[in-house]
T-cell receptor, first 114, second 115 residues
Framework: DAGVIQSPRHEVTEMGQEVTLRCKPI?????LFWYRQTMMRGLELLIY????????DSGMPEDRFSAKMPNASFSTLKIQPSEPRDSAVYFC????????????FGDGTRLSIL | GENVEQHPSTLSVQEGDSAVIKCTYS??????FPWYKQELGKGPQLIID?????GEKKDQRIAVTLNKTAKHFSLHITETQPEDSAVYFC??????????????FGQGTTLQVKP
C-alpha cells in the first residue's frame, strides 16, 4: 500500500513568492496533519483535518499560511508571501483515527526561501 | 498544555551495546506514546508505541516502558547495529481539555552506532 505522498520533495524560491506544498494521504485515513520541522523548534503541528474539515489550526504561524483539503485524497499547504524564516522541512501525516492510532508521515518537502 | 522533554540529545554507542532514550511528559491525561525513527532525508517512521494501560511493550530488539506515576517513558534498543543510527523522537498524545488529541514531540535524540 502506498504511504503518504508529498510533492515537491524540494522547493527553492525567492522571498515574496507563493509556495504550495501538496499531500496525498493514505487511502482510508480520516485524519491529515501538517507539521513543520526546524532545528530550533523541532516538529511542530501546524494544522490537522478530520474528514476534510480543519479541526485545529492553532499551530499555523501567521495569516500568510493557509491549508485546504478539497477531498479525501488531497491537501495543500500554501504560504503567501513566503519569507526566509519559513525555510524548513514540511511534513504531511495521516492516521485512521485520533485516539490510539499511529500517524504515518510522508518524506517531507524541504523548503528554502532565499 | 502538554510538554515533552527528551534526553539525551545525542547518544553514541558501540555496535552490540544497548541504547536508552528517556522522555518525560507533563500532562497526566496523556494516554498514547509513540516512538519514531527518522533517517536522513526521510519522514519519521513509527517503530513502537505504547498506551497508558500498559507498562511495557517489546518488539524484537526494541522495547518501551511507561511509568504513569512518574510521567516518563523510555525506549530501549538492545544489540544495536549500525543501521539503528538515526534520530529518534518520542511523543505524547492527550485528548486534553479541548479534545484535540495533538501529538507533542520531544526534541529528538541523534543515535550513532559505531561499528
Amino acid at each position: 500500500d502506498a504511504g503518504v505522498i508529498q510533492s515537491p520533495r524540494h522547493e527553492v524560491t525567492e522571498m515574496g513568492q507563493e509556495v504550495t506544498l501538496r499531500c496525498k494521504p493514505i487511502s482510508g485515513h480520516d485524519y491529515l496533519f501538517w507539521y513543520r520541522q526546524t532545528m530550533m523548534r523541532g516538529l511542530e503541528l501546524l494544522i490537522y483535518f478530520n474528514n476534510n474539515v480543519p479541526i485545529d489550526d492553532s499551530g499555523m504561524p501567521e495569516d500568510r499560511f493557509s491549508a485546504k483539503m478539497p477531498n479525501a485524497s488531497f491537501s495543500t499547504l500554501k504560504i503567501q508571501p513566503s519569507e526566509p524564516r519559513d525555510s524548513a522541512v514540511y511534513f504531511c501525516a495521516s492516521s485512521l483515527s485520533l485516539s490510539n492510532q499511529p500517524q504515518h508521515f510522508g518524506d517531507g518537502t524541504r523548503l528554502s526561501i532565499l | 498544555g502538554e510538554n515533552v522533554e527528551q534526553h539525551p540529545s545525542t547518544l553514541s554507542v558501540q555496535e552490540g551495546d544497548s541504547a536508552v532514550i528517556k522522555c518525560t511528559y507533563s500532562d497526566s491525561a496523556s494516554n498514547y506514546f509513540p516512538w519514531y525513527k527518522q533517517e536522513l532525508g526521510k519522514g519519521p517512521q513509527l517503530i513502537i508505541d505504547i498506551r497508558s494501560n500498559v507498562g511495557e511493550k517489546k518488539d524484537q530488539r526494541i522495547a518501551v516502558t511507561l511509568n504513569k506515576t512518574a510521567k516518563h517513558f523510555s525506549l530501549h534498543i538492545t544489540e544495536t547495529q549500525p543501521e539503528d543510527s538515526a534520530v529518534y523522537f518520542c511523543a505524547a498524545r492527550t485528548l486534553g481539555s479541548s479534545n484535540t488529541g495533538k501529538l507533542i514531540f520531544g526534541q529528538g535524540t541523534t543515535l550513532q552506532v559505531k561499528p
